[in-house]
Nanobody, 122 residues
């Protein structure tokens, strides 16, 4: 099983980034996908999640209206479009896969990627 996150980088406040997470080694189309983030010295927190078919999404209040999660099951890839970035969005972003129902609880997720750094300058 592999989840390879990419697309992070340095961006000015107000800018945009698009994260990608390419999956392999499991039945991607049958799993809930999620994004979490972890800032220095803080716990890993939920950002967004999407159902296996992409029909339903759920976001943390802190990113609602600014971030959009999507997936392409034909490419085994999940995306996180991040707009209107703020300094407080700075963190390592992780993608994860979970069987079963959509969840904001990291304990529900079985597989994790290695993370990609997003740094927003103020």
């Amino acid at each position: 099983v592999q989840l390879q996150a990419s697309g992070g980088g340095l961006v000015q406040a107000g800018g945009s980034l698009r994260l990608s997470c390419a999956a392999s080694g499991f039945s991607f189309g049958r799993y809930i996908m999620g994004w979490f983030r972890q800032a220095p010295g803080k716990e890993r927190v939920f950002v967004a999640t999407i159902t296996w078919d992409g029909d339903s999404t759920y976001y943390a209040d802190s990113v609602k209206g600014r971030f959009t999660i999507s997936r392409d099951n034909a490419k085994n890839t999940v995306y996180l479009q991040m707009n209107s970035l703020k300094y407080e969005d700075t963190a390592v972003y992780y993608c994860a896969a979970a069987p079963g129902a959509m969840s904001a609880n990291y304990r529900s997720y079985s597989y994790w990627g290695q993370g990609t750094q997003v740094t927003v300058s103020s």
